[in-house]
């Protein structure tokens, strides 16, 4: 089944008009928060639809609009829409109640706590970060658990959410949304050593492509990365060494050695940014050498061996520009019996 519809979403005083779906008793958006819209009449164009159906939900006529998007938004097996989404930011008229549920102005930045759909929080975001007309498909299965995500054709990270004990929730969150929402999601990370005479080990960093959405051009772990929804910790640990560097590692050669809660806040490319995760930590003690490495370009800049120690006082005193957690390091330290 194929459907065409528009959403909007009209703005006023930093807030949008949200429609709270408390009516319908099957409606597949019961008790969510959306926008105004509907699905297309005979031979209506998007505009057309845009216009009539949020003077019928809400009274006002739009005399300000903008078209930001195209959705497909795929249901289970049998139902496929085309959604036109739209903000607005001029209306005229007084208000009226709606027979879809209740109309509420909402400031923008307590949207996010709203019980939504997952894919809307998406392009929440991507309006939010004015991102220009953009496509975004959105696929869930019966149980509403977003399965795929693909911005102008590109499929988007979607990572699970977990509780402080690692289990999985049962929610996906797009990787945007998470780093926004600061959301608890898994991570793997694995250090790369080598004995050395100094402190008796080097470490194997990275450093961060100037391109990363959080701290660009900063060393970092040998190779991390985050673990997709649906992935186990091995099988992503694995697939990072492959991606990152070229290291074709088994999961015998990978010694597990605890974990790690990490949290910090900052503003990267203009852009908030709040991590929230629990890793899982490696050590890999096989040979490297760094010349025939194979780096990801778009992840990794270079890779150096630096001692353990001279690492340890860079993070300390700030004189290595990093991102890595003193207190993982320690633990990595403590695993290699440096006190």
Known sequence: MNRQSTLCYIEKDGKYLMLHRVV???????????????HF???????ECLLREVKEETGYTLTSWKYRGIVTFVYGEDVVEYMSLYTADGFTGDPIECDEGILEWVEKEKIKDLNLWEGDKIFFRLMDEEEEFFSLKLVYN???????????????????????DGNKTGQVKERGVAHRDGTLHS????????????????????????????NPGAYDISSAGHVSAGDELMESALREMKEELGIHAREDQLQFIGTHRGQFEAEFHGKPFRDNERSTVYLYREPVDIKNLKLQESEVEEVIWMDFEECR??????TLPNCIYEGEFQMVGKALGIE
């Open 142 to 164: 019966k149980s509403d658990l977003l399965e795929y995500v693909a911005l102008n054709g590109k499929p988007m990270e979607l990572f699970d959410v977990i509780d402080e």
């Open 41 to 47: 009449e005979y031979a209506e164009s998007p505009e």
């Open 313 to 318: 006082k860079g993070i300390v005193d700030g």
């Open 24 to 38: 319908k008793k099957n409606d597949v958006n019961k008790d969510k928060w959306i926008g105004v819209g509907g």
């Open 187 to 214: 991570t793997v990370h694995i250090w790369i050593v080598r004995p050395n005479q100094e402190s008796g080990y080097d470490v194997l960093l990275q450093k961060r492509s100037e391109c990363k959405d959080s």
